[in-house]
C-alpha cells in the first residue's frame, strides 16, 4: 500500500517528477510568460504519470495565479482551478497539497470561508509540514481578521520554507492588516535580499509605507512594482499612493490609464476601485466594489481588513458588501 501510495502522491516516474519541479520553480515567479510556463511542464508530467496528483495540484496553483498575480477574470481561470484541485483530492485524498489548494479555490472564488477552512484543516492534519498549507490558510484567516492566528501560520510556514519570496511577502502583508506595520516592513527588507525584484513585496511594502505617511517611499515602492509586473494592481497602489499625498492628477492620469485599458481587456474592478478611494470619489469607489462583487473579483477577500477602506466602514452600502462576499459576522 505504502508503495501504491508513492506513485500516486509523488510518482515513481522520474521525468514526471523532474518536470514537476521545473512547473513549480517557473509557477512562483508569477509573471505571465514563466506561469504559463509552469502549465506546461505540469500538463507534461500529467502526460507521463496521469495519476500524478502533485502534477494536478501544481496545475490548479498555477490557474489560481492567472487571477491572482495577473489580470485574467477569475471566471475564466478559478473554475480550471478548482477542477484540478478536485482530480488531485480524486487521485490521492491523502495529499494535504491537493485539499491545501481545493481550499485555496473555494477561499477565493466561492467565498466560502467555513469550506475553505475545513480543507485546510484536513491539509495541515495529514502533513503539519506542508509550508503550503500553512501559507494558505494564514491568508484565509488573516482576511477574516483573525490576526493571531494567522500570524502564527504564516510564521509557521516561514520557518519551514525560509527562502521563499511568496511566503514572506505575504507574511509582511498580514502584517500590515493586523495592524503591525513596523514588523511589516522589516519584513519586506528580509524579502528584498531574498528576492530583490519580487513585485508583490516592493507592492506590499508601498502599502506599509501608505500607513506610516511615508508617501514618497510609498511611491517609489510601487513605481518599483509597477516596472517588474504585468498586473495592473502596481498602478493602482500607484495611484491611491499619489493621491493620497496630493499629487491628484497624476493620480486621475493613472486612473484613466486603467479605465482605457478596460475597455481593451480585463481590468480588475477593485483595482479602479483603489484609485477612486485614494481620490476620495466615493460613490464611483462604491460603484466599482459593486462591479467586484458581480464579477467574483477574488481580491474582494481583502474588503474586511486592507486598511485602504477604513474610511468606508462607516458606510451602509459598505456594510451591505461585507455581508454579501459573505464575511463570517
Given at each position: 500500500?505504502?508503495e501504491q501510495?508513492?506513485?500516486?502522491?509523488?510518482?515513481?516516474?522520474?521525468?514526471?517528477?523532474?518536470?514537476?519541479?521545473?512547473?513549480?520553480y517557473?509557477?512562483?515567479?508569477?509573471?505571465?510568460?514563466?506561469?504559463?510556463?509552469?502549465v506546461?511542464?505540469?500538463?507534461?508530467?500529467?502526460?507521463i504519470?496521469?495519476?500524478?496528483?502533485?502534477?494536478?495540484?501544481?496545475?490548479?496553483n498555477?490557474?489560481?495565479?492567472?487571477?491572482?498575480?495577473?489580470?485574467?477574470?477569475?471566471?475564466?481561470?478559478?473554475?480550471?482551478?478548482?477542477?484540478?484541485?478536485?482530480?488531485?483530492?480524486?487521485?490521492?485524498?491523502?495529499?494535504?497539497?491537493?485539499?491545501?489548494?481545493?481550499?485555496?479555490?473555494?477561499?477565493?472564488?466561492d467565498?466560502?470561508?467555513k469550506?475553505?477552512?475545513?480543507?485546510?484543516?484536513?491539509?495541515?492534519?495529514?502533513?503539519p509540514n506542508?509550508e503550503?498549507?500553512?501559507?494558505?490558510?494564514?491568508?484565509?484567516?488573516?482576511?477574516?481578521?483573525?490576526?493571531?492566528e494567522?500570524?502564527?501560520?504564516?510564521?509557521?510556514?516561514?520557518?519551514l520554507?525560509?527562502?521563499?519570496?511568496?511566503?514572506?511577502?505575504?507574511?509582511?502583508?498580514?502584517?500590515?492588516?493586523?495592524?503591525?506595520?513596523?514588523e511589516?516592513?522589516?519584513?519586506?527588507?528580509?524579502?528584498?535580499?531574498?528576492?530583490?525584484?519580487?513585485?508583490?513585496?516592493?507592492?506590499?511594502?508601498?502599502?506599509?509605507?501608505?500607513?506610516?505617511?511615508?508617501?514618497?517611499?510609498?511611491?517609489?515602492?510601487?513605481r518599483?512594482?509597477?516596472e517588474?509586473?504585468?498586473?495592473?494592481?502596481?498602478?493602482?497602489y500607484?495611484?491611491?499612493?499619489?493621491?493620497?499625498?496630493?499629487k491628484?492628477?497624476?493620480?486621475?492620469?493613472?486612473?484613466?490609464?486603467?479605465?482605457?485599458?478596460?475597455?481593451?481587456?480585463?481590468?480588475?474592478?477593485?483595482h479602479?476601485?483603489?484609485?477612486?478611494?485614494?481620490l476620495?470619489?466615493?460613490?464611483?469607489?462604491?460603484?466599482?466594489?459593486?462591479?467586484?462583487?458581480?464579477?467574483?473579483?477574488?481580491?474582494?477577500?481583502?474588503?474586511?481588513?486592507?486598511?485602504?477602506?477604513?474610511?468606508?466602514?462607516?458606510?451602509?452600502?459598505?456594510?451591505?458588501?461585507?455581508?454579501?462576499?459573505?464575511f463570517?459576522?
Amino acid at each position: 500500500a505504502d508503495e501504491q501510495r508513492l506513485a500516486k502522491n509523488y510518482t515513481a516516474n522520474p521525468e514526471a517528477y523532474q518536470l514537476y519541479l521545473k512547473g513549480r520553480y517557473h509557477l512562483f515567479k508569477l509573471t505571465p510568460p514563466e506561469i504559463q510556463t509552469g502549465v506546461s511542464y505540469f500538463n507534461q508530467a500529467i502526460a507521463i504519470d496521469p495519476n500524478y496528483a502533485l502534477a494536478y495540484v501544481g496545475l490548479a496553483n498555477a490557474y489560481r495565479s492567472f487571477s491572482l498575480s495577473l489580470d485574467m477574470p477569475s471566471t475564466e481561470v478559478f473554475p480550471k482551478a478548482k477542477a484540478a484541485a478536485q482530480k488531485a483530492v480524486e487521485i490521492d485524498d491523502t495529499l494535504a497539497e491537493a485539499h491545501a489548494v481545493l481550499g485555496v479555490t473555494i477561499f477565493w472564488y466561492d467565498w466560502d470561508w467555513k469550506a475553505a477552512e475545513n480543507q485546510f484543516k484536513r491539509a495541515l492534519e495529514l502533513n503539519p509540514n506542508s509550508e503550503d498549507s500553512h501559507w494558505a490558510y494564514a491568508g484565509l484567516l488573516s482576511t477574516t481578521g483573525r490576526h493571531a492566528e494567522g500570524l502564527a501560520e504564516i510564521k509557521r510556514a516561514r520557518e519551514l520554507d525560509p527562502l521563499s519570496p511568496i511566503i514572506n511577502a505575504t507574511e509582511g502583508l498580514n502584517l500590515i492588516n493586523a495592524g503591525q506595520t513596523d514588523e511589516a516592513l522589516a519584513t519586506f527588507q528580509k524579502t528584498f535580499e531574498l528576492a530583490p525584484n519580487f513585485w508583490l513585496a516592493h507592492m506590499f511594502a508601498s502599502s506599509a509605507y501608505i500607513e506610516k505617511g511615508m508617501y514618497p517611499e510609498a511611491i517609489a515602492e510601487a513605481r518599483k512594482a509597477r516596472e517588474l509586473s504585468a498586473s495592473s494592481q502596481p498602478i493602482a497602489y500607484l495611484g491611491y499612493a499619489l493621491a493620497k499625498s496630493g499629487k491628484q492628477a497624476e493620480a486621475r492620469g493613472l486612473l484613466e490609464e486603467l479605465l482605457k485599458l478596460s475597455t481593451q481587456r480585463y481590468v480588475p474592478p477593485y483595482h479602479i476601485a483603489l484609485i477612486y478611494n485614494g481620490l476620495g470619489a466615493r460613490d464611483e469607489t462604491l460603484a466599482w466594489l459593486e462591479k467586484g462583487y458581480e464579477q467574483r473579483d477574488p481580491k474582494m477577500v481583502f474588503l474586511k481588513v486592507e486598511p485602504k477602506w477604513n474610511n468606508l466602514r462607516a458606510d451602509p452600502r459598505f456594510q451591505d458588501l461585507l455581508r454579501r462576499v459573505g464575511f463570517p459576522q
